[in-house]
């Protein structure tokens, strides 16, 4: 048997009870002759109550501090985690991202893995014992400071552990059971997907859906690391997400599934002057400021007054970074004035057979008509299918489009074990 790399969300390890019943897990999977590596989230709700009290301290405080700070909460899980698996009369060794050889950039906050070198995690391996790495968090290349990776971080580090250890799966538990057509908190019917590709994942995990990060999908597609979505509350399958061949995408559903999005914003610059350069201005100044855009519409020129409208979509947390970097240029481009929407979603179609099926987009759209949601923007890619709509049409939106798209199971509604989705 070879390597397996284990993540446990937050959800998984929130008490005392939840440790244990993780640690018969991971002791079960080493008897059955595995080398077993775990990358562990802080315990429940423990990153947010740490973001609390660092706010009360200081209402802005420093990048460096607030990253020591938050990794404490996964050194937590990782210690407690190792005494429960000792407990079962096995060797568990826990090591910290830095300790993990977790190397990354120095932007805190939202670090990036540069490079893996875990010779201690292998070395723990090679004397039988099982290593438990805190997730989320490594060590910068340059200033050796202790870095996150930003939320669901530990996803990544998983996957990255995965492949610098040549590990045979990355098992990520969570408390649902695998990979929904929908999130099963707005759609209780929602079907489990046996298998999914790496290219419907990334999509889905772009559009909101919160089972994976972004980047966590992104490193195992790069490296080839089969991914299997578990939940640690019971033993059913889950979902595998791999490479899958196009033979066999063509025999699977049309339609991956249905994502949606909470925690973005729309910002659009009004009156732009129409000419070259203008719009390039206007990003690169939200590039320089490190801020990642989603969705942008550009209306076309009025002939009247030579002016157009440019809208995009941001993260929400980044709205006050993007209004105060594009007020600095006003004069310079000599728009109008900026408009800012936070009370908006995104609702995502997304499937790899769309390509090749017409009249995908028509029942979309009409499925959202008929529930009565008017759509703000639209954004489209080979397999996706992206609208924004007002926050309050979120739930109706996806309960609509999978319903048209004949998603509902007519088997046992999907269980949310824990609260988070994570």
């Not at 932007?107 to 014992?129: F, N, Y």
Request: glycine share 10%; charged share 20%; hydrophobic share 45%.
């Amino acid at each position: 048997m070879g390597v397996v790399v284990q993540k446990y969300g937050g959800s998984s390890v929130a008490d005392a009870e939840g440790v244990k019943r993780v640690a018969q897990r991971i002791v079960d999977a080493k008897r059955a002759g595995h080398q077993v590596v775990v990358v562990v989230s802080a315990m429940g709700d423990t990153t947010d109550e740490l973001l609390d009290l660092a706010e009360k301290v200081s209402p802005i405080p420093s990048p460096r501090e607030l990253d020591m700070l938050l990794t404490a909460g996964e050194r937590i899980s990782m210690a407690l985690l190792a005494m429960a698996v000792g407990n079962l009369g096995h060797e568990a060794r826990s090591f910290t991202g830095s300790q993990a050889g977790v190397i990354t950039d120095g932007r805190h906050g939202r670090a990036k893995i540069i490079d893996v070198t875990p010779g201690r995690i292998e070395a723990a391996l090679g004397e039988g014992a099982i290593a438990i790495v805190a997730g989320f968090q490594g060590v910068s290349q340059d200033s050796k400071d202790i870095t996150t990776l930003g939320r669901g971080g530990s996803d990544t580090t998983a996957v990255a552990l995965a492949a610098a250890l040549r590990a045979d799966v990355c098992e990520i538990y969570t408390d649902v059971d695998g990979v929904f057509t929908a999130d099963p908190r707005i759609v209780p019917t929602a079907q489990r997907r046996d298998r999914i590709s790496y290219e419907e994942m990334l999509e889905m995990a772009a559009c909101g859906a919160k089972i994976l990060h972004l980047r966590c999908v992104e490193y195992a597609r790069r490296y080839s690391i089969p991914i299997h979505v578990r939940s640690s509350f019971s033993k059913l399958n889950g979902t595998w997400i791999s490479d899958i061949e196009e033979s066999a995408t063509m025999e699977q559903a049309i339609i991956a599934g249905v994502a949606h999005d909470r925690s973005e914003a729309k910002i659009t610059v009004v009156g732009v002057p129409d000419k070259v350069g203008e719009a390039a201005r206007i990003f690169e100044t939200l590039a320089d400021a490190q801020i990642n855009l989603d969705m942008i519409v550009q209306n076309v020129s009025a002939a009247a007054t030579n002016l157009t409208d440019i809208s995009f979509t941001l993260p929400r947390t980044d709205g006050t970074t993007a209004m105060s970097a594009l007020a600095r240029i006003k004069e310079a481009v000599g728009y109008d004035s900026l408009l800012y929407d936070d009370q908006i979603g995104k609702v995502s179609l997304i499937g790899a057979g769309m390509r090749s099926h017409p009249g995908i987009t028509a029942k979309f759209f009409s499925a959202l008509a008929s529930a009565g949601v008017n759509i703000g923007m639209i954004s489209t890619s080979e397999i996706r299918i992206s609208v924004v709509v007002d926050e309050m049409q979120v739930n109706d939106a996806v309960q609509a489009t999978h319903a048209a798209f004949d998603l509902d199971s007519d088997q046992v509604e999907a269980v949310v074990y824990g609260g988070s989705g994570r």
